[in-house]
């Protein structure tokens, strides 16, 4: 079975600060990682995905993630954060490989990010 | 531009009444998903289905059914089974290449939600 945990329901910054949300994952064979963010009353909006190559991906709205194998972690990061990055975020994760069979998506809880002025 | 609609954006449910939930996408997708969203329970999948004529239970599957008639639409029927049926419904699609590791695209592509309540 594949999980993800996100160990924080909130998340606090200061506009300008860096931001770090977490995320750890479990899942057989190699994953597929992403990062969904929801604002009130929407669905969820694609932030960016990880499948092979380098560690660090690039996505929307300047925000980036850090996939590392050793730590089965997928930790989402922004290097300035904004007021209106305030929302609910939800990693999640998918087996890929003939050991997986066909999986869903699994997403986490999800963490609320608050920026303050 | 392609998308998925998913209508009404609010509905109110009678306790013992049965209620659909509409989803439709233009997007050309294989596969369809319902999942629910409850305050600090994160998404939590109802059915999904791969291709036309065929559909799996998720994890929380009793008290719903679904169809899958039309490639373009999944409904949801909130059936009076479901004792607990007030939530955000959500639904998505994706494209479906199994386990092939060439596709560009394993991503959900996200509806705006159903907020069900009942009354």
């Known amino acids: 079975a594949q999980s993800v945990a996100q160990p924080e329901d909130q998340v606090n910054v200061a506009e300008g600060n860096p931001l770090t949300v977490k995320c750890t994952y479990s899942?057989?064979?190699?994953?597929?990682l992403f990062w969904y963010v929801q604002y009130p009353n929407r669905g969820l909006q694609f932030l960016l995905k990880?499948?092979?190559?380098?560690?660090l991906v690039k996505g929307s709205y300047g925000f980036e993630a850090e996939f590392n194998k050793s730590q089965t972690s997928f930790h989402l990061k922004k290097p300035s954060a904004l007021v209106s990055d305030s929302a609910l975020y939800f990693c999640?994760?998918?087996?890929?490989?003939?050991?997986?069979?066909?999986?869903?998506?699994?997403f986490g809880k999800g963490t609320m990010l608050l920026v303050s002025p | 531009d392609g998308g998925i609609t998913q209508s009404p954006k609010y509905l109110f449910r009678k306790e013992g009444q049965n209620v659909t939930l509409s989803c439709e996408q233009n997007?050309?997708?294989?596969?369809m998903y319902w999942y629910r969203q409850d305050p600090g329970q994160g998404l939590r999948l109802i059915y999904y289905s791969q291709i036309v004529n065929d559909f799996q239970k998720g994890d929380i599957a009793e008290g719903y059914s679904v169809s899958r008639e039309k490639k373009e639409s999944f409904p949801l029927t909130v059936t009076s089974a479901q004792k607990n049926p007030t939530a955000f419904y959500l639904c998505?699609?994706?494209?479906?290449?199994?386990?092939?590791?060439?596709?560009?695209?394993?991503?959900?592509?996200f509806g705006s939600g159903t907020r069900l309540t009942v009354v």
């Open positions: 999640a994760v998918r087996g890929l490989g003939m050991s997986s069979g066909y999986s869903t998506l699994t």
């Open positions: 990880y499948i092979t190559g380098d560690n």
């Open positions: 998505a699609s994706s494209q479906n290449r199994g386990n092939l590791p060439r596709a560009t695209n394993y991503g959900y592509t």
């Open positions: 899942v057989s064979g190699n994953p597929y």
């Open positions: 997007l050309n997708h294989d596969a």
